[in-house]
C-alpha cells in the first residue's frame, strides 16, 4: 500500500512495508530545493508521519524523523554530551529541564538514554509540542513530559527546578537580547549544584559557518557584510533575507565566554566548567570528535580534530565547530 500526499513545494509517497515499517520518499517540485534527507524507513505510525509533514514541511520531514530515530545523528551527540560528564547512575532520580525542546526528538531519545530520570520539555511553539506528544505517546514514554511557554522572555510558571538544563541545539537560535533575558531565568529554575548542558551550537569563531551559511570566514565579518555574503553565495540563505531571521535561523552561534559574561553579569554568580571525566574524552574536541565519528568517518572530521589539538597544547585555546559545554551552578553556602 502506497499513501501519496502532494503539497506544492514536493509529493511525499510512503510505502508500507512487509517489516511493518514505512519507507517515505520526498520528490521536490524544484530540483534545487535544499533536502537533508529525502528517503527515510521509519516505524512511525502515518498519523505521526502526516502531522511532522504539516508543521515541518516537506523538505524536513525525514531529517526530523531520523533525527529520533537515527542512531549516529542527535542521539550520538546527546550520548557524547552528557556521558562524558555524568556516568548514567549519576542522574537516576534527577529531574531535567530540556529547553527549547522543539518537536520533542532531543527529549525522547533523552528518555530512553536515562529511564530512571524525569524530563519535562519546554517549547514556545504549540505546534511543535503537538509532535512531541505524540511522539510521546507513540513511544508510550511515561518520563517525560512537554509544557509550552507563555511567550519568548518567559518560562512556564511553576515548573519547579531541576538537577540538570539542557539547551540542545537551542542557544544559537535566540538573539542576543534573548539571551540576556531568558537565561537567567533557565539559570534560576537550576538547584544550587546543578549542571546546564549546552550542546549543538556552532561556535561563533570558527573559521567556517557550519549551521546556516555553511561559507568560510563568514563569521568574523561585521553584519552588514555577513549578511550580503550570505544573501550572495549561500544556498540556504534568500536573496532578500532579513537579518533578523538569519540570527533567528543560527547562524551566529555562541561563545563560551558570552555565557559565562552572561552569568555574571546577570545571575551574579560564577558559573563552574567543568571537564570530561568519562567515555575517555579528555577535552571537548574530543567530545565534538567523538560524536561526529558516530555519524561516519570523514577525512575532512579527522584533518580539523588534529588540527585542533596542536592549536589547543600552543595557545591553551579550545576551539571546536561546535560547543560542547557543562556548566556547574556554584553550591549554597
Known amino acids: 500500500m502506497v499513501t501519496t500526499l502532494t503539497q506544492p513545494a514536493a509529493s511525499v509517497t510512503i510505502e508500507e512495508l512487509p517489516s511493518g515499517k ?21 516505524s512511525y505510525p502515518l498519523p505521526l508521519i502526516e502531522r511532522i509533514l504539516e508543521v515541518k514541511g516537506p523538505a ?9 530515530e537515527a542512531p549516529a545523528y542527535v542521539q550520538s551527540f546527546l550520548k557524547y554530551d552528557i556521558l562524558s560528564y ?40 504549540g505546534q511543535l509540542l503537538t509532535i512531541a506528544r505524540m511522539r510521546a ?37 535566540l538573539l542576543p537580547h534573548e539571551r540576556r533575558k531568558v537565561f537567567p531565568q533557565v539559570w534560576s529554575v537550576l538547584k544550587p549544584g546543578g549542571v546546564v548542558i549546552l550542546d ?3 561556535h561563533r569563531y570558527f573559521p567556517v559557518e557550519t549551521h546556516t551559511t ?18 550572495r553565495f549561500a544556498r540556504r540563505v534568500a536573496r532578500d533575507e532579513p537579518w533578523e531571521t538569519l540570527l533567528r535561523r543560527g547562524t551566529r552561534g555562541g561563545t563560551e565566554r558570552e555565557i559565562m559574561r ?12 567543568l571537564k570530561p571525566r568519562y567515555l575517555g574524552m579528555r577535552d571537548r574536541i574530543d567530545i565534538w570528535y567523538a560524536a561526529n565519528k558516530a555519524n561516519g568517518r570523514s577525512t575532512a572530521k579527522w584533518v580539523v580534530y588534529r588540527l585542533l589539538k596542536p592549536l589547543k597544547w600552543v595557545t591553551g ?7 560542547s559545554l557543562a556548566l556547574r551552578r556554584p553550591p549554597a553556602r
Open 22 to 42: 514505512r519507507r517515505i520518499a520526498v520528490t521536490p517540485a524544484d530540483p534545487s530545493l535544499f533536502i537533508p534527507s529525502r528517503v527515510w524507513e521509519t
Open 60 to 68: 524536513y520531514l525525514c531529517d526530523e524523523i531520523k533525527r529520533d
Open 86 to 125: 555524568f556516568e548514567e547512575a549519576e542522574l537516576d532520580g534527577k529531574r531535567v529541564l530540556d529547553f527549547g525542546c522543539g518537536s520533542g526528538a532531543s527529549t525522547m531519545i533523552l528518555a530512553r538514554m536515562l529511564p530512571n530520570a524525569t524530563f519535562v520539555g519546554v517549547e514556545l511553539e
Open 137 to 173: 505517546e507513540f513511544y508510550r514514554t511515561l518520563n517525560a513530559t512537554f509544557i509550552e511557554s507563555p511567550d519568548g522572555d518567559h518560562l512556564p510558571d511553576g515548573i519547579g527546578t531541576f538537577d540538570v538544563v539542557m539547551l540542545s541545539a537551542v542557544w544559537e537560535h
Open 200 to 202: 549543538q551550537t556552532p
Open 214 to 231: 555553511m561559507l568560510p570566514l563568514i563569521n568574523y565579518l561585521p553584519d552588514r557584510l555577513a549578511l550580503a555574503c550570505a544573501r
Open 262 to 273: 552572561i552569568i555574571r553579569e546577570e545571575c551574579g554568580e560564577k558559573a563552574i566548567l
Open 317 to 323: 585555546i579550545t576551539l571546536t565547530p561546535y560547543l
